[in-house]
């Protein structure tokens, strides 16, 4: 069983920052990508970041410099850095873990609430 645990959402105000992790465990084995996604209110799920295990990065344009993403391999974790929160950064955050093994996995989502 594979299992993705996100943390480290909550409430910030506009201009704040946080920092999301996902930890990955089980049996997941060949991870070749992983990232965020978000989902607002009425809205399709999104990309916000992803990093190949080559270390390649990949942002949507409305994250560019504001975001950061980075990983640890031998801990299996994905991090997502956000500084300059915006209101319309409000969402509810996912983090994916792409293997051989596994195909997608999905976390279960962290609520990030941008407001003052």
């Known amino acids: 069983q594979v299992q993705l645990v996100e943390s480290g959402g909550g409430l910030v105000q506009p201009g704040g920052s946080l920092r999301l992790s996902c930890a990955a465990s089980?049996?997941?084995?060949?991870?070749?990508?992983m990232g965020w996604y978000r989902q607002a209110p009425g809205r399709q799920r999104e990309l916000v970041a992803a990093?190949?295990?080559?270390?390649?990065?990949n942002y949507a344009d409305s994250v560019k410099g504001r975001f950061t993403i980075s990983k640890n391999d031998a801990r299996k974790m994905v991090y997502l850095q956000m500084n300059g929160l915006k209101p319309e950064d409000t969402a509810v955050y996912y983090c994916?873990?792409?293997?051989?093994?596994?195909?997608?996995?999905w976390g279960q989502g962290t609520q990030v609430t941008v407001s003052s």
């Open positions: 089980g049996s997941i084995f060949g991870i070749y990508a």
């Open positions: 994916n873990v792409d293997s051989l093994t596994k195909g997608r996995t």
């Open positions: 990093i190949t295990s080559g270390g390649s990065t």
